[in-house]
């Protein structure tokens, strides 16, 4: 009994996801991108490298509510199918100057 109690007044704290979307944006139009945040949250968008054939990637996210503590959100932009320029956000350092 004394267990159960334990573990529901666990379960009441929110715990940051495992799991995150990772999506290709080279085949990915703006609109399409901006749909999947929206939708998910938070989500890796990364691009294939052209020279190296490594990844760039990072994590964008719909809202500040999807930062960690000590962030803030930050306005960027990714290349996707349609633009070279697609509005995202993402979060940084609360402490970071902005670039």
Do not use: W
């Amino acid at each position: 009994m004394k267990r159960a109690v334990i573990l529901a007044v666990i379960s009441l704290f929110p715990f940051e996801a495992a799991a995150i979307v990772r999506y290709l944006v080279q085949d990915m139009t703006c609109a399409d991108v901006h749909e999947a945040i929206e939708r998910d949250g938070a989500a890796i968008l990364y691009r294939k490298a052209s020279a190296n054939g490594l990844p760039l990637y990072n994590r964008y996210v719909s809202s500040a509510e999807f930062c960690p503590s000590g962030q803030r959100i930050a306005r960027a932009s990714v290349a996707t199918a349609d633009t070279q320029s697609c509005p995202v956000t993402k979060c940084e350092d609360a402490n970071r100057a902005s670039s």
